[in-house]
DNA sequence: TATAAATCTTGACCTGTATCAAGGCCGGCT
DNA sequence: AGCCGGCCTTGATACAGGTCAAGATTTATA
């Protein structure tokens, strides 16, 4: 994965972002560019590394430059189902909240560019087209909440495990069908916090799936699948091939 | 269920929406209300009937001011999500989108306060605080569907349906514990299909929870909860209490 | 009020996914 | 290189929730 501009940067041509940046106000955007540069500091983790509990304060937002960041929120027996993950590009955090509601790690290494909250809310109030896009990528986040809703309450371990790798592979290559390939950015335990179910049944799907001639996996890491279309089949997705952000 | 006004024009003390509006600009409000008043309308829809279906146009956005609306996801072969259950002050629609991306209906007598979207997004340039009013809404509508997608993805049948009547419960009567009374505004049908369970599953874990003395029914739809604190702790929710908008 | 049509409940059984357990692969460290 | 420890895969078994089916209750209609 390569470096991009982070979120509030970047610009309609952005390859990591097709979806969420429709347009940039050409007037302003080279203010919104000096002003957001001043207060902005990058930091990095370790895949793994944990960079807030629930609960915990969080005095920045910020978007994700390079790596791959998860949002989980537990249930206090310890069952734990991942709400949020997020690709470069991804906007990270809540103006007006400075507490996390989840936990937030690094699903792999990670760098955050981040905005500490009270100038960046400075800055919201004095650049509308900010703030502006801050409620569409917001309403993105929210359709994309629930499409995952339909996938969580209604699909089966094979077309969720499909799902996700759709998602994967429709962000990481840019063909629109035919063969794509990538990185799986996270682990078997991270797949299946996010598609609520446990490894073993994420494993035997990823298994399934080899053996049925709809991905191919080389290591653990990399898959790539001959036919997009297929994997769309295999996920029960909308013909229409509806995008899930 | 008592008659609101719409989430737009709300108060910070409307009782029907103690989360969602934390403060109203003194200075603007009464150009805000006389505004919005000149282009609203009211209409209203049966039990059962649908608003929209998938894909129809929408062009317009609202409220909810009396009853409950559904937003549903369906797959092709007919299995369906419910991803957003809208109570009274609960807004519907996105600036900058014409087309549902779900079904919209009502699951009791409706009434919505609309507004056509192209002289709404005109207000919403025009009156800054009715932009920011529509981020809060929607950055709380984000965390409650991500709480949503715990319950979906991790939580047992028994307390998926313990966690709607704590919601319910909590919506519609007042006292923060002790007994609880409220019509249930949905059918089993619609519980199922927002708990991404069967109706024979809702049924028997509702047989199971008055059996168990957790709650109490006259009728189908009449609940009332001896001790929240027993009903939350079958809905295995944090002890902090957090509150699913 | 009687009857019909929904809606809801309960039961018996089945299936998909979780759980428990063993073993394999791969990367890091000495 | 060889060993160790963390991931991942695979198998056997259990169980929660789905499916199918019958009946009960409520609501709508005549």
Redesign the interface.
Known sequence: MTAFSPNLMARPDCAACPIRHRAVCARCEADELAQLEKIKIYRSWKAGETILFDGDPMDFVGSVVTGCAM?T?R???G???M??LLMPSDFLG?P??STA??EVSAATDLTLCMFRRAPFEKLLVEV?HI??R???M??D???A??????L????TAREKVATLLLLVLRRSSLPISGVARADLPITREAMASY??LTIETVSRQMSRLRADGVITLEGLRKVSAPDLEALALAA?E??DGATIA
């Open positions: 949002l929120r249930l206090e027996d069952r734990s189902q709400v949020g809540r007006g909240r509601p989840y509308p703030r502006d801050l409620l569409e917001s309403l986040e929210l359709d909440a629930r499409e995952w809703m339909v969580l309450g209604r699909k598609l609520g029960g909308d013909s």
